[in-house]
T-cell receptor, first 112, second 109 residues
Framework: RKEVEQDPGPFNVPEGATVAFNCTYS??????FFWYRQDCRKEPKLLMS???SGNEDGRFTAQLNRASQYISLLIRDSKLSDSATYLC?????????????FGKGTMLLVSP | NAGVTQTPKFRVLKTGQSMTLLCAQD?????MYWYRQDPGMGLRLIHY???????AKGEVPDGYNVSRLKKQNFLLGLESAAPSQTSVYFC????????FGPGTRLTVT
């Protein structure tokens, strides 16, 4: 089983739509979770951390379900500028040190 | 602040040539990382460092070496480049969340 799994998409949605991405992770000991955004030919940038109680940042809402090892990202009122690849990221312990494991990403295309 | 910078931005190498990619960060982060990103493969960790003078292997370390002589710099070396090392290389640093450099696009012919 892959450590972090995401639907690669693409998700094609019109402006104004609500879209949700899901992610599952295999390491039940993982403690930290993030969503990153990556534009074409650019570096990944942190979108938001994901907290156990769920958290919201403007149009973006992240949820964590530890029992199911499942993370979600909800984008409301999609904008053209939201078009990007969204990476689900989970911390992993390697030799006692924490590193991040990245999903392969879900591509979002928002059209006029 | 510049954040995380990488040099060079682009490079073309011939098989067997060597090169060093430089990563610099000005955020006083202890942790630094080198990743490669290939189509359909996502980001894969090559090597990482948890502090000045330390390095450790990640998921795909073969064919690469690294050094962290100064806290702000993390160097990635390719001693004998192979076409399989054609990729986009990202450096990152962190205290908690990771911040990435703009990437180096390397082509090995």
């Amino acid at each position: 089983r892959k450590e972090v799994e995401q639907d690669p998409g693409p998700f094609n949605v019109p402006e104004g739509a609500t879209v949700a991405f899901n992610c599952t992770y295999s390491n039940s000991a993982s403690q930290s979770f993030f969503w990153y955004r990556q534009d074409c030919r650019k570096e990944p940038k942190l979108l938001m951390s994901v907290y156990s109680s769920g958290n919201e940042d403007g149009r973006f809402t992240a949820q964590l379900n530890r029992a199911s090892q499942y993370i979600s990202l909800l984008i409301r009122d999609s904008k053209l500028s939201d078009s990007a690849t969204y990476l689900c990221v989970v911390n992993t312990e390697i030799s006692g040190y924490s590193t991040l494991t990245f999903g392969k990403g879900t591509m979002l295309l928002v059209s006029p | 602040n510049a954040g995380v910078t990488q040099t060079p931005k682009f490079r073309v190498l011939k098989t067997g040539q060597s090169m060093t990619l430089l990563c610099a960060q000005d955020m006083n982060h202890e942790y630094m990382y080198w990743y490669r990103q290939d189509p359909g493969m996502g980001l894969r960790l090559i090597h990482y460092s948890v502090g000045e003078g330390t390095t450790a292997k990640g998921e795909v370390p073969d064919g690469y070496n690294v050094s962290r002589l100064k806290k702000q710099n993390f160097l990635l070396g390719l001693e004998s480049a192979a076409p399989s090392q054609t990729s986009v290389y990202f450096c990152a640093s962190s205290s908690y969340e990771q911040y990435f450099g703009p990437g180096t696009r390397l082509t090995v012919t």
